[in-house]
């Protein structure tokens, strides 16, 4: 009797993280934490957004099941907006801004992209911000630069501005007003052009950009649906449940957009992995590439997007 009652006192004085930490089964490379019991079949990701206590436990976890993923909002989050030239900014948009780098950010996406970043670093990647959040007499001033470009090479004006939209977004059209997107490049290649992609920088932002939450947001290949050049410096924030089915399943934020907007669709997996909508198949979206203009010029600083 006496042993019994002494065990219960030790037992109740184990602290409550080395319980949760003994439950643990196995920690994964990309820091997903496998755990034993009744979730030991979900996969649980840990959300840099959520609170942390002091005994570095978690303090909420978002969870979901391998084969279905969540319902996207686009009108309630902030993190989906989606701005093109048909889908201007309002005039009145504001973000909250923190310095990142040389240039200023939305806060919100902070703690993702310089994780991003010093990851890279950590991996050999010498990788910098060429461009963050812009407002909006910065990006007319851009629009107008590169406008005047291609009307001082004799274009018209209905050519000019069309040249121009490809490679530079009119004011409240561009995500850099968002302070959601930015241009990536690194110290072995300063410039933005598409050479970058071809680079070891610009290749592990491609395979790994998803994991902190961002999408190459103009991929090689369609122009036809995104309206701007394929840009492999230019990357935007989207959350990592998003990023990762955009990167899985190879389609542009707009394809993703659509799906999304239609009737609060539900999104999910099947058990082969493949993207279904309202328990359609819509995996292998047909992506169409457009020829691009080459203008000859060497893209300088922020005169992209």
């Given at each position: ?7 219960f ?31 030991q ?9 959520y ?64 994780n991003?970043?010093d ?13 963050g959040?812009?407002?909006y007499n ?7 630069r ?11 004006d ?73 840009e ?21 934020f707009e ?5 999304i ?12 992995g ?18 691009e203009?080459d203008d000859g ?5 922020e005169?992209?997007?």
């Amino acid at each position: 009797m006496l042993l019994t009652v002494l065990f219960f006192m030790i037992l109740s004085n184990i602290p409550s993280s080395i319980v949760r930490a003994s439950s643990i089964v196995r920690y994964d490379p990309d820091g997903t934490v496998w755990y034993m019991g009744e979730i030991q079949e979900r996969r649980i990701d840990e959300i840099g957004d959520y609170a942390y206590n002091t005994s570095y436990e978690p303090y909420d976890f978002y969870t979901y099941d391998e084969t279905i993923l969540d319902t996207f909002s686009p009108y309630f989050d902030w993190r989906l907006i989606l701005v093109n030239k048909e889908n201007p900014l309002d005039e009145n948009y504001a973000c909250n801004l923190i310095k990142c780098d040389d240039f200023e950010v939305e806060s919100r996406i902070y703690f993702d992209l310089n994780n991003m970043l010093d990851d890279a670093r950590y991996e050999g990647y010498d990788l910098f911000l060429a461009s963050g959040y812009r407002d909006y007499n910065t990006q007319q001033y851009l629009f107008n630069r590169k406008y005047n470009y291609f009307k001082n090479m004799g274009f018209s004006d209905e050519e000019a501005y069309t040249a121009t939209a490809r490679q530079v977004s009119p004011p409240l059209t561009s995500e850099h007003e968002t302070g959601l997107a930015v241009d990536i490049v690194s110290y072995k290649h300063r410039t933005m052009d598409t050479d970058f992609g071809l680079t070891d920088e610009g290749q592990w932002l491609k395979d790994h950009s998803y994991e902190y939450g961002f999408i190459l947001r103009y991929p090689e290949g369609s122009e036809s649906i995104t309206g701007i050049m394929y840009e492999p410096w230019h990357f935007r924030y989207v959350g990592v449940e998003a990023a990762e089915i955009i990167h899985r399943h190879n389609i542009t934020f707009e394809e993703f957009y659509g799906m999304i907007e239609k009737n609060d669709n539900y999104l999910r997996e099947d058990e082969n992995g493949n993207l279904v909508e309202n328990g359609v198949l819509i995996d292998n979206i047909n992506q169409n590439p457009s020829k691009e203009i080459d203008d000859g010029e060497d893209n300088s600083e922020e005169d992209n997007e």
